[in-house]
């Protein structure tokens, strides 16, 4: 693009200005000042002539550790995380946790409940299927995955070692925005795709987990915050590279069991993701989470409103308590008479429809990118991670409504031709290009009116 990094805040505006917009599910976006200052020090880390990535984690007091040692401060300030609760970095991302939440937390128990809502609580369940025998407390299947079951519906066992939720299903949209109470069973739950976009209430929870690449920073290692008294109950087979216990206990400081993951570990330590945070949205840890959290409602507010007012062009149909903040999720109401089968593998395409296609081609062309939905089940998604700039939800926004207009004026053009049956689209093509005399995005549009 022209730009180079660190020449300051001209450059670094027009650098700003000259990028896309990426809404990807993960790896995530990330601020733009942050690439900056990881540029400027890749390098030079801190006038030491040496880059992060060269420095050793057994130096005592040593950079390595120091940045581990700020990554924990600052999580247990912006989250709250009260004392009697350890925080950890181990690598394995979440689905390293599929299998670390079972083996430290089953104890002497031979079962544990899960909600499913969705294809990540699955994925969790098969894991934790090879050392318990896993039961399904509540499920979101019955309601094609529009809602969550209230907690005092769920079917919770006397017997199970625990209860295990995934506070955020990124493939049908599906979110926790209450932290539910089960009492004093040990709840657990994934927050890869949520957490740090909401308040936390840890009283509910024996322990969380968050695989990095959302709103964390770089793929490449995963926070657990774990109760302090539910540490040394791991099974005796546990690989010490899952075994929370082992992690918490290395000295000088925590998650020196084997070499860390320097750079990602960098990318959201004090100094980076995390010190982006406080310093934009508050130094205190309530005051800068509930400035994300409202930030996040209105985003997420702004688009539903955009699909619940689209007349059915666009359609989601996930109730008003359960839809995620965070990735926002439709189709095409004129797809709504087709049937997607997925065959449970993770790694499935599925073919996208006429309007699908032309909308993500549309956007691309506009620099809005990674909205399609997951590859495996298709549709739009939109991922407002915290470092997705508010310009964007605009531009999107203003997209989303031009889109829209474009193909009802065509439509209208259609039926006074006599091309469309009066009164539906059953007998009209899937997708009608835009009419001339539709508005275009610069017309709605409060910025660029260019393609970015």
Same mark, same amino acid.
């Given at each position: 693009m022209g730009v180079r990094f660190g020449l300051g805040l001209e450059a670094d505006a027009a650098f700003a200005a000259a990028r896309p917009f990426n809404f990807c599910a993960g790896p995530a976006a990330l601020p733009v000042e942050l690439l900056h200052r990881v540029a400027e020090q890749l390098a030079d880390f801190e006038g030491t002539g040496l880059s992060i990535m060269e420095m050793s984690h057994r130096d005592a007091g040593g950079p390595v550790q120091r940045m581990i040692q700020d990554a924990t401060f600052a999580v247990r300030t912006i989250l709250e995380v009260p004392a009697s609760y350890d925080i950890i970095w181990q690598q394995g991302g979440a689905h390293g946790q599929f299998a670390a939440v079972p083996l430290n937390l089953l104890g002497e128990?031979?079962?544990?409940?899960?909600?499913?809502?969705?294809?990540?609580?699955?994925?969790a369940m098969?894991?934790?299927?090879?050392?318990?025998? @896993?039961? #399904?407390?509540? $499920?979101?299947?019955?309601?094609?995955?529009?809602?969550?079951?209230? @907690?005092?519906?769920?079917?919770?066992?006397?017997?199970?070692?625990?209860?295990?939720?995934?506070a955020n299903d990124t493939i049908y949209g599906l979110e926790f925005l209450q932290d539910p109470d089960v009492g004093d069973k040990l709840l657990v739950a994934d927050f890869t795709s949520t957490l740090l976009s909401r308040r936390v209430n840890f009283d509910r929870y024996a322990a969380i987990y968050c695989s990095a690449g959302k709103n964390l920073g770089t793929a490449g290692v995963c926070l657990v915050v774990v109760r302090k008294d539910l540490l040394g109950r791991a099974r005796a087979n546990t690989p010490c590279i899952l075994d929370w216990t082992a992690y918490s206990q290395t000295a000088p400081v925590p998650s020196l069991l084997n070499t860390p993951p320097v750079f990602p570990l960098y990318i959201r330590d004090g100094r980076t993701v995390l010190?982006?945070?406080?310093?934009?949205?508050?130094?205190?840890?309530?005051?800068?989470?509930?400035?994300?959290?409202?930030?996040? =409602?209105?985003?997420?507010?702004?688009?539903?409103?955009? @699909?619940?007012?689209?007349?059915?062009?666009?359609?989601?149909? @996930?109730?008003?308590?359960?839809?995620?903040?965070?990735? #926002?999720?439709?189709?095409?109401?004129?797809? $709504?008479?087709?049937?997607?089968?997925?065959?449970?593998? #993770?790694?499935?395409?599925?073919?996208?429809?006429?309007? =699908?296609?032309?909308?993500?081609?549309?956007?691309?062309?506009?620099?809005?990118?990674?909205?399609?939905?997951?590859?495996?089940?298709?549709? #739009?998604?939109?991922?407002?991670?915290?470092?997705?700039?508010? $310009? $964007?939800?605009?531009?999107?926004?203003?997209?989303?409504?031009?889109?829209r207009e474009a193909r009802a004026d065509a439509r209208g053009l259609a039926a006074k031709a006599g091309l469309v049956a009066d009164g539906g689209a059953s007998e009209a093509p899937t997708e009608l290009a835009p009419s001339a005399s539709s508005p275009s995005l610069a017309e709605c549009s409060s910025g660029p009116s260019t393609p970015r």
């Amino acid at each position: 693009m022209g730009v180079r990094f660190g020449l300051g805040l001209e450059a670094d505006a027009a650098f700003a200005a000259a990028r896309p917009f990426n809404f990807c599910a993960g790896p995530a976006a990330l601020p733009v000042e942050l690439l900056h200052r990881v540029a400027e020090q890749l390098a030079d880390f801190e006038g030491t002539g040496l880059s992060i990535m060269e420095m050793s984690h057994r130096d005592a007091g040593g950079p390595v550790q120091r940045m581990i040692q700020d990554a924990t401060f600052a999580v247990r300030t912006i989250l709250e995380v009260p004392a009697s609760y350890d925080i950890i970095w181990q690598q394995g991302g979440a689905h390293g946790q599929f299998a670390a939440v079972p083996l430290n937390l089953l104890g002497e128990r031979r079962s544990a409940d899960y909600v499913d809502t969705g294809v990540w609580s699955q994925k969790a369940m098969a894991e934790a299927s090879k050392y318990c025998e @896993v039961r #399904i407390a509540a $499920a979101t299947e019955a309601s094609c995955h529009s809602e969550i079951p209230p @907690v005092e519906s769920w079917d919770l066992s006397e017997d199970s070692a625990y209860v295990h939720i995934c506070a955020n299903d990124t493939i049908y949209g599906l979110e926790f925005l209450q932290d539910p109470d089960v009492g004093d069973k040990l709840l657990v739950a994934d927050f890869t795709s949520t957490l740090l976009s909401r308040r936390v209430n840890f009283d509910r929870y024996a322990a969380i987990y968050c695989s990095a690449g959302k709103n964390l920073g770089t793929a490449g290692v995963c926070l657990v915050v774990v109760r302090k008294d539910l540490l040394g109950r791991a099974r005796a087979n546990t690989p010490c590279i899952l075994d929370w216990t082992a992690y918490s206990q290395t000295a000088p400081v925590p998650s020196l069991l084997n070499t860390p993951p320097v750079f990602p570990l960098y990318i959201r330590d004090g100094r980076t993701v995390l010190r982006h945070l406080l310093e934009q949205w508050g130094t205190s840890g309530t005051g800068a989470l509930a400035a994300l959290e409202s930030r996040a =409602e209105a985003r997420a507010r702004r688009l539903y409103r955009e @699909v619940d007012e689209s007349g059915g062009f666009y359609t989601n149909h @996930v109730s008003d308590a359960n839809r995620s903040r965070v990735t #926002i999720c439709f189709r095409f109401g004129a797809d $709504a008479g087709m049937l997607r089968e997925w065959d449970g593998s #993770i790694t499935s395409i599925a073919q996208p429809t006429q309007l =699908e296609a032309r909308f993500l081609a549309e956007a691309q062309d506009r620099g809005l990118l990674q909205l399609g939905g997951h590859p495996a089940f298709g549709g #739009i998604r939109v991922c407002l991670y915290n470092a997705v700039p508010d $310009a $964007a939800v605009d531009e999107l926004v203003c997209f989303m409504r031009a889109f829209r207009e474009a193909r009802a004026d065509a439509r209208g053009l259609a039926a006074k031709a006599g091309l469309v049956a009066d009164g539906g689209a059953s007998e009209a093509p899937t997708e009608l290009a835009p009419s001339a005399s539709s508005p275009s995005l610069a017309e709605c549009s409060s910025g660029p009116s260019t393609p970015r």
